[in-house]
């Protein structure tokens, strides 16, 4: 049998709703996953991320992210970071920094990984956040120096391979939240710097019809709404920076609402 590396990119904290695409690449997930599942000696996820999930200050204080050994063996470690573009949209996608253009700096970029250990990586700024950002931090084992050289592998040996990807937001110390429906009632807006969680829109008369959208609306993006929503008035529930639910009318291309004032 021949040798196999599979690269699984665990998106655990992945911003998107399922959409079809989405689901085909889950269901590829899971065909593989249940595939190796009946092949021996076979190795696992060899490293864990913790956590998964991160709200980091948007100031200039560090923080850290944990990663612990799965193997029986020393493990040398790299570390990527991707700035993500279009958050929580359909043109969400990833971009590689360089130094130079680094807003979120992880330490060491490489690190050894003794067997059954912990290893915390630093994670910093060096200049203050205004908007919230949502960044990418993936880790993944690698070969050691000496095993890139030599004889060749087992060929009997089915390797898997896991990327962790830690999402990352950035949120800035000063917190704005700002939300308007665009002048055709069509779109939601975030004119703030931090994201919104849309939790339900609603068309009312003498009562709501209340629809269910629980997606994210990150600063500078638009959320379509449903169309068989009326285009002047509509009644949102939302939530951010972990308030309970709040209730707001919007009418159709006003100026943004300010949503501390209403919590306030």
Known sequence: MY????????HLSSERSINSGDTIIYLKVIFYLLLVSFIPNSCYANISVYPMVMNMNGGTEDTSLQVSSKENKTQYIRVTVKRIVHPATPEER???VTADERGL?????KFILPANTHYKVRLMRLNPSEQEETWRVYFESIP??????GELPDKTQVNINFIWG????IIPTQTDAKLGLNH????????GNIHLNIL???QCTSVCSWQPINKRIYPNEALPLPPELSTHLIRVEYSYDDTPPQLINLPAGTTPVSLNQIRS
Request: no cysteine; net charge positive.
């Open 3 to 10: 040798q196999y590396l599979i690269n699984f990119k665990i």
């Open 94 to 96: 990833e971009e590689s």
């Open 105 to 109: 700096i992880v330490s060491p970029p």
């Open 144 to 149: 050691a120096p000496s095993e890139t050289q």
């Open 166 to 169: 830690a999402l990352v937001r």
């Open 184 to 191: 055709n009632g069509r779109q939601l807006f975030n004119a």
């Open 200 to 202: 339900r829109v609603a």
